[in-house]
Each structure stands twice: as structure tokens, then as C-alpha cells.
């Protein structure tokens, strides 16, 4: 068996052990393969053990990866930085992004996205621990940026994302994820209806799973250490 395939197994019954400790079905959370840094044919083989989702970081080596695999039905996601001069090429080569924290790039985002193809799906990126260094907005700026990108018409807001400061032990990771949760809640209770939480890695996907994360973003428990 290979390392990724062995990688994929191991990670799916972790995800499903901790839906099942949190009383979820594990139907509503997916697993997104970030493979940012490691060539084309290891995403190949991993589309071959069954993933077809994958999260890439930086636009120009993704690019080469998602032409290189264009053979294959495969789902795209921006979770990196965006500079405004990149928007047209993740507009027009994804299928959702992760990382928007500013009315400016979600503008260009749906400006940009073509016509023939479905809405972009977006998240909100949500600084929860508040850290000066990080970005994403401040949890009292989303439900008030959220408000102005629901009227964007090519892109679709999902739900949030974030990446928390580093904590150990669950207890301790599970404290931001759950300001998540109840954010998402409040949103929803004053007008939207998202139904994305984008939260965990691979060193704290567990928690993210017992408050409510839908989707997991993992890279190196899938392909190994970058
Ligand atoms: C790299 C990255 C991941 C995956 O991190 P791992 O620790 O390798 O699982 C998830 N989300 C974002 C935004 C990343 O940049």
C-alpha cells in the first residue's frame, strides 16, 4: 500500500471517529486534500484512492498543477493569500475560495468569474484569536462584510474559515472552533444562510469536527511533511 493511500484511510476513520463522538453524520463533513507543494502525480495518486478536492496556496503552482490534471474531474480551492492582480486567474480556475477578507477581492472575485461557469463558492477568512499578524477579519467585521457580498452575482458566500493560534490538547483547540460555530449561528439568525465551516488541519482537525467544521483542510497527515 502506499504512503497516500495508507495517508487517505487513516485520515477518513479519524474524521469518522470524531463525527461519531460529536453525533454527527459524517456525510456533512468533507475532507479537503491540501496539497500545496507536492507535484501533480502525488495529487494523481491520490484521486486514485478517491479524492477528488484539493486546497492549493500559491496561484502560479497551482496553475501548472491544474492544467497538468485537467484529464481528471477534480475540485479546485483557493485557501491561500490573495493579491487583487491574482483574482482573475482564481475567478476563472476554481471552484471556491477560502481565504476572501475584503469587500475589494470578493468584488473582483465576481466581476471576474466567467459567465459560462456556476457561482464562485466563497468563505469568509475569520481571524478568530485575534492575532495582529494573521489575516482575515475581525469576528465583528463578518456578519457586516458578509452583507454586502451577498449581493455579488457571481459568487456565492458559503460560510467562514479559519485558522486558529496553535493550541494543545482538544480542550484548548476546540475554544476558538466553537467562537466559529456560534458566529456562523448568529449569522444566520440575523438573515443569511450559510452552511460552510471551513476549520481544522491536520494537527487539530478532531476539534474542529466535534464544533461543527464541514470542511477539513489537510495536507501533511495526507502527503507528509512539506
Ligand atoms: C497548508 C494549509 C493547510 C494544511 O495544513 P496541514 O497542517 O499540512 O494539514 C490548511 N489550510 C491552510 C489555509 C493552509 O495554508
Redesign the pocket.
Known amino acids: 500500500m502506499t504512503a497516500i493511500l495508507s495517508n487517505l484511510q487513516a485520515t477518513r476513520e479519524a474524521i469518522a471517529q470524531a463525527a461519531r463522538a460529536a453525533h454527527r453524520n459524517v456525510s456533512e463533513i468533507s475532507l ?1 486534500a ?1 496539497s ?1 507543494t507536492f507535484p501533480a502525480t502525488a495529487v494523481r495518486e491520490a484521486y486514485d484512492c478517491g479524492q477528488t478536492a484539493f ?1 492549493e ?1 500559491y496561484l502560479q503552482e497551482a496553475l501548472e498543477k491544474i492544467d497538468a490534471l485537467r484529464d481528471l474531474p477534480l475540485e479546485w480551492h483557493f ?2 493569500p490573495i493579491q487583487s492582480n491574482k483574482t482573475r486567474a482564481i475567478a476563472e480556475r476554481f471552484d471556491w475560495v ?2 476572501v477578507d475584503r469587500l475589494k477581492i470578493a468584488e473582483r472575485l465576481s466581476a471576474q468569474r466567467p459567465a459560462n461557469l456556476p457561482p464562485l463558492n466563497i468563505c469568509l477568512q475569520v481571524n478568530v484569536s485575534e492575532e495582529e499578524s494573521k489575516s482575515g477579519v475581525a469576528p465583528e467585521e463578518a456578519l457586516p462584510l458578509a452583507q454586502q457580498l451577498v449581493h455579488l452575482p457571481h459568487i456565492r458566500l458559503r460560510g467562514l ?1 479559519t ?1 486558529p493560534a496553535p493550541a494543545a490538547g482538544e480542550m484548548a483547540q476546540r475554544a476558538p472552533f466553537a467562537r466559529m460555530r456560534m458566529l456562523l449561528e448568529k449569522m444566520n439568525s440575523q438573515g443569511m444562510s450559510l452552511d460552510t465551516l471551513s476549520m481544522g ?3 487539530d ?1 478532531p476539534a474542529a469536527i466535534r464544533e461543527g467544521a464541514t470542511i477539513v ?7 507528509g511533511q ?1
Do not use: E, Q, W
Open positions: 479537503l491540501v500545496k486546497g496556496n485557501i491561500g477560502h481565504s474559515m485558522i488541519m491536520s494537527h482537525y483542510r489537510i495536507g501533511t497527515a495526507i502527503f512539506r
